[in-house]
């Protein structure tokens, strides 16, 4: 049983930046893949960007390459998401989630077994 704890969100102005982070505790199998996903009110959950603790392998959707960057510190029990130029249209509550298979696929195309409880990122003037 996988326990994911989010943190780092908060109200920044447009181009500001935000560090998120994903702190995974309780998974036992060696290898697994953590995404960064989002929702904003009305819409449904979108995925982000992802990263696998295997090779390091990373993904990105195209609305937030070259502004989002995901790492992994060197425990590999923490993923952090670097967002900086933050446009208001990255609204929404970051979600990151836990899938045993570590292949990183396009677009972070993932099974999640585990959520964690979220954080509110809000951009806005």
């Known amino acids: 049983q996988a326990h994911l704890v989010e943190s780092g969100g908060g109200l920044v102005q447009p181009g500001g930046s935000l560090r998120l982070s994903c702190t995974v505790s309780g998974f036992t199998s060696d290898h697994f893949q953590i995404g960064w996903f989002r929702q904003a009110p009305g819409t449904e959950r979108e995925a982000v960007s992802c990263?696998?603790?295997?090779?390091?392998?990373?993904a990105y959707v195209d609305s937030v390459k070259g502004r989002f960057t995901i790492s992994l510190n060197d425990a590999k029990n923490t993923v952090y998401l670097q967002m900086n130029n933050l446009k208001p249209e990255d609204t929404g509550l970051y979600y990151c989630?836990?899938?045993?298979?570590?292949?990183?696929?396009?677009?972070?195309?993932?099974?999640?077994?585990?959520w964690g409880q979220g954080t509110q990122v809000t951009v806005s003037s």
């Open positions: 990263i696998n603790n295997y090779d390091g392998e990373t």
């Open positions: 989630g836990l899938d045993p298979v570590a292949v990183v696929l396009p677009e972070c195309l993932m099974n999640v077994d585990y």
